[in-house]
């Protein structure tokens, strides 16, 4: 039981030691990676992609604003508004081939004198402050600004959704001839943002000064949704909407948890690029690490305590069969011997009956160290165990009393039947090829507990048989009453 507690204790020793610290050692670990990956993304790859986006919406914008300036500055455009708008195939063939000349969706002209609107299909309408989709008209008017991205449906192809590049046509003495411009689907550039969140796993999308998004690889959200309205980037809608000089990095507490965000401004088409990425997404990897790494190295941790505790059980062990066994031949070694020897005569004193003592002696032994060295004296030693143990019964008591010296207690036989056994022993190791190229003969003493034996006297009595038998030219088995 003591032995058991003390293994319960050093085991838990062991688990409080080694499993607290390798957990320590991997949260660690994670919170370092952790702040690694969220700097990176903050520094590095957020912006990496916003300046991409930022790249390639202004190279797709760039033909569009361009085109819309030349239209704006074209004589053939503006002759023919001063000339009165005379024969309107002629502007509808003009909005045709600069459509298809540069791939755009729509391209179209709206009077300020007449204010019809003019596609490259010829007159769509004359445009009115009494209908909400022609609001857009004189809002740009009023702003004063002479190029303006507006994102709505274009009743021409259908209601697509569609980016309209505005641009303020004057003539030279600087008065109003109307807005020309062109049109590009928005679901090109939704395609251009849904790629980019696929490829690099982040949300990007655009939002106007207002806050209104413009442009969103989810069409379904554009001109419906503000960021200063939407819950979590509410908060710091005012900083992305305020940083026109400068690129803001920055996070806020979404539904889910953290977002890293990242934005700048664009001038040209006075649009915000806004470029998210879920934190818990991007340490989804690191948390699936974390548990990997705890669970190995749980199992790394039981496995160590396991082969601990089997190296310390080995070592008792071993420390244990040193103080009991003899260290040459394994067998029982005189102080367990004795405390055998005593648990054997008080059994037979407490319940009765009666046991024998065999105690055997090596014939001539000094003169096998003295001839063939002391080598060869503890092979045979060894060897004569060996035959010992070969013949005794499971229940006898075998061991080492000292030197060429042995005892072979034997429960519940008589001196007759130890007599009997000491002399089969004697018949096998003189007869035994096992030894080396000497003859080896034994000298076995036998004694049996009587009543008013003490296990001094006993033994006394077994040592006298032993003596006997030597002074009767040895190779004998001598009994004593």
Known sequence: MIKELKHYKLTILLMLVLLPSFIAVSLLN???????????????????????IDWEISTRLQDPLLASSLMARDTFLIDWILDGEADPKRIERYLDAIRLEHGFDTAFFVSAKTLRYYTYQGVHKQIDTANAHDIWYYDFIDSGESVELDVDTDEVSAGKLTVFINYRVESSAGELLGVVGVGVEMSNIAALLQKTQRTY???????????????????????????????GIDRIADSILASKEDTLDTSYDGESGKVLLTSRYIPNIKWYIIVEQDESVS???????LIRTILIGLIASVLALIISI??????????????????????????????????????????????????????NFK????????????????????????????????????????????????????????????????????????????????????GNDTLESLLSRTD??????????????????
């Open 367 to 450: 003169d096998i160290n003295d001839t063939y060295g002391h080598i060869a004296g503890d092979e045979t030693l060894i060897h004569f165990t060996k035959v010992v143990n070969a013949l005794k019964r499971p229940t006898d008591i075998f061991g080492r009393w000292g030197g060429d010296e042995f005892l072979l207690v034997l429960p519940r036989t008589s001196g007759t039947e130890g007599v009997s056994i000491g002399n089969r022993l004697r018949s096998r190791i003189a007869g035994s090829d096992e030894f080396p190229s000497f003859m080896v003969t034994v000298s076995v003493g036998v004694a049996e507990l009587k």
């Open 30 to 52: 994670y919170v370092v990676q952790r702040d690694s990956i969220r700097e990176e993304l903050i520094t590095s790859s957020l912006p990496l992609v916003r300046d991409l």
């Open 283 to 289: 340490l989804q990897i690191v948390r699936v690490m």
């Open 201 to 231: 796993g982040r949300v990007v999308y655009m939002v106007d000064e207002s806050g209104l998004v413009q442009a969103h690889s989810d069409m379904n959200i554009i001109e419906k949704r503000n960021i200063r309205t939407s819950l």
């Open 310 to 363: 089997r190296v310390v059980n080995k070592y008792n062990q071993n420390l244990k069969d040193s103080s009991r066994l003899d260290h040459l031949t394994r067998i029982s070694n005189r102080m367990e011997l004795d405390q055998k020897l005593l648990a054997e005569f008080a059994s037979c004193k407490r319940n009765g009956g009666t046991f024998s003592i065999l105690m055997i002696d090596l014939d």
């Open 464 to 481: 006298k048989a032993l003596y006997k038998a030597k002074v009767a030219g040895k190779d004998q088995v001598y009994l004593q009453e």
